[in-house]
């Protein structure tokens, strides 16, 4: 069965099926994605910092909030099977890539290389946030109605 939505005009309606707004929302979250990694290249020089970060940093913190707005939007329209999937997949997946890629970069550039410590400093923003996060699912009480 489809999920629908009907749009009022006036003697008109317009259905989209849920397939459809689905796929629809991810290919907007992965074009914003995509345009937000072009801005993102476009401001920041490859060699240094830029001149003005006070300036730089909230816009390119609101470019990236517009993304995970939109990705947002498409993860409302999943089911609870499919975002079990992306949360196992990101879990295991993105831990077991992080840490490959650390140690990859520790061994080929030295454990005090500029390199490696981006990658670590990389890896403990990325706990940060997943700390952050599973706090706040524990404290809304889904753990224990999951």
């Given at each position: 069965?489809?999920?629908?939505?009907?749009?009022?005009?006036?003697?008109?309606?317009?259905?989209?099926s849920y397939r459809a707004k689905f796929w629809s929302l991810a290919a907007l979250a992965f074009g914003s994605s995509l345009l937000a990694g072009v801005i993102i290249g476009k401001t920041?020089?490859?060699?240094?910092?830029?001149?003005?970060?006070?300036?730089?940093?909230?816009?390119?913190?609101?470019?990236?909030?517009?993304?995970?707005?939109?990705?947002?939007?498409?993860?409302?329209?999943?089911?609870?099977?499919?975002?079990?999937?992306?949360?196992?997949?990101?879990?295991?997946?993105?831990?077991?890539?992080?840490?490959?890629?650390?140690?990859?970069?520790?061994?080929?550039?030295?454990?005090?290389?500029?390199?490696?410590?981006?990658?670590?400093?990389?890896?403990?923003?990325?706990?940060?946030?997943?700390?952050?996060?599973?706090?706040?699912?524990?404290?809304?009480?889904?753990?224990?109605?999951?």
């Amino acid at each position: 069965m489809l999920k629908t939505f009907d749009i009022e005009m006036t003697n008109e309606v317009s259905i989209m099926s849920y397939r459809a707004k689905f796929w629809s929302l991810a290919a907007l979250a992965f074009g914003s994605s995509l345009l937000a990694g072009v801005i993102i290249g476009k401001t920041v020089p490859s060699s240094s910092g830029v001149d003005n970060p006070a300036l730089v940093l909230p816009v390119l913190f609101l470019v990236a909030s517009a993304v995970m707005f939109i990705t947002w939007l498409w993860w409302r329209k999943t089911d609870d099977l499919q975002q079990q999937g992306q949360l196992i997949s990101w879990w295991w997946g993105g831990n077991l890539g992080a840490i490959v890629m650390l140690i990859t970069l520790v061994v080929m550039t030295g454990r005090h290389s500029e390199m490696s410590a981006g990658a670590g400093f990389l890896f403990v923003a990325e706990f940060a946030g997943m700390a952050i996060a599973w706090l706040v699912w524990k404290f809304r009480g889904r753990g224990a109605a999951e």
